[in-house]
């Protein structure tokens, strides 16, 4: 079973808002993180909590207690930095353009089979074209995507079981400007759009992925502010029902262990934090930490009775545990003066061994870096 994990989705500092579907990318990252826009530095050093560059981490996949891979952007270009079990260190990773790129999510199935999911833009598309990138064991490269017509079209999340299969999906700009949802799945060759529901025919964007095998795969995402469920069933993806709740809902990730235990989180403009669980039949929501400004951005699971979700809470980071019983909000890092700290993706193997990825900024937009986050088995450093 292929370990998954979710990525957050692109957000704006402050209050963790979600970028709108149809906004160019060079909007999106004017929105970003405010120092997003400086020069890419060394790391500092190489432990776990240390390390930093400028720029922001968008999401983060691990294999094992030896291997992860965090992604983002920097500076109008890719971001990607790995773990090998000692530390973390930059890698080199390509852009697809001489515009604006950036890495929004990220999944690996081996030392020599990853993929990074984004969007890249040029003169003739301004509003964004699919990026996806591939690890094979050797180097990052840029893959062949299928290109669109549309102003904006954005790859948010992605998530891989084999060699021979993974999914990519975000949103992509019909010929009257609206926003649908854009499903690509890989077969080993090549990368190839999949028919996909659209509820709002004006609003539905996806922002992740999580598959479990060939036949059974779960995205997210909202059709009008709305949370929004599709499942994979090996043949077509279909529409399944979702718990309402008050407020405008988006759901920003998901994750899953097996047929009967999946998890779907994200952000409720009335209540907070929003998470859904599936039981094998059936989508119920369940409570967990929940303020007007909280807001889970990705989720990671091992089994039934271990999975987290991370986000912001305000200004500060937010992590919360699920014990097979209930969520419980954990002290979380937040490890500079800067005034802003979020998170946007989280990932996990085991018990002991989970990773949340984010940034750091300034509400004045004096600076931004990376942020690393580390689960031990005791505590968050």
């Known amino acids: 079973m292929a370990i998954i994990s979710s990525r957050r989705r692109h957000r704006v500092p402050l209050w963790g808002a979600i970028v709108l579907a149809g906004t160019a990318l060079a909007d999106m990252l004017s929105a970003a993180p405010a120092g997003a826009l400086a020069a890419t530095q060394p790391p500092a050093a190489s432990a776990a909590t240390s390390f930093a560059v400028n720029g922001f981490f968008n999401g983060v996949t691990a294999t094992s207690a030896s291997a992860a891979w965090a992604v983002g952007g920097n500076n109008g270009n890719t971001l990607i930095a790995h773990w090998n079990g000692t530390g973390w260190k930059q890698v080199p990773s390509p852009n697809a353009s001489d515009g604006a790129n950036v890495l929004f999510g990220v999944a690996a199935t081996s030392a020599s089979n990853a993929w990074a999911a984004g969007t890249y833009t040029t003169n003739a598309s301004p509003g964004g074209e699919p990026l996806i990138e591939r690890w094979n064991g050797t180097k990052w490269q840029v893959a062949a995507t299928p290109r669109f017509s549309g102003l904006t079209n954005i790859l948010y999340g ?5 060699a021979t299969n993974a999914w990519a999906v975000g949103y992509l700009d019909n010929s009257s400007s609206n926003s649908q949802s854009l499903i690509l799945h890989w077969d080993g060759t090549t990368w190839k759009q999949v028919p996909s529901p659209d509820p709002s025919a004006q609003y539905t964007v996806l922002y992740s992925v999580a598959a479990i095998s060939a036949t059974n795969a779960w995205a997210v995402g909202t059709a009008d502010f709305s949370p929004l469920i599709l499942h994979w069933n090996g043949t077509k993806w279909q529409q399944v029902p979702s718990p309402a709740s008050p407020g405008d809902d988006v759901l920003y990730g998901v994750a899953a262990t097996s047929a009967t235990n999946a998890w779907a989180v994200g952000s409720d403009s009335v209540n907070g934090t929003l998470s859904f669980h599936w039981n094998g039949t059936t989508w119920a929501q369940t409570p967990g930490p929940s303020a007007s400004l909280d807001s889970f951005s990705g989720v990671a699971a091992t089994s039934a009775t271990n999975a987290w979700a991370a986000g912001s809470a305000g200004n500060s980071t937010l992590i919360a545990h ?47 870096r990376t942020l690393i986050a580390h689960w031990n088995g005791t505590s968050w450093k």
Not at 158 to 162: F, G, K, L, M, P
Not at 328 to 339: G, L, M
């Open 158 to 162: 992605v998530a891989a079981t084999s």
């Open 322 to 368: 699920w014990n097979g019983t209930a969520w419980k909000q954990v002290p979380s890092p937040n490890p500079t003066k800067e005034k802003v700290h979020a998170l946007n993706g989280v990932a996990a193997t085991s018990a002991t061994n989970a990773w949340a990825v984010g940034y750091n900024s300034t509400l004045s937009g004096g600076g931004q």
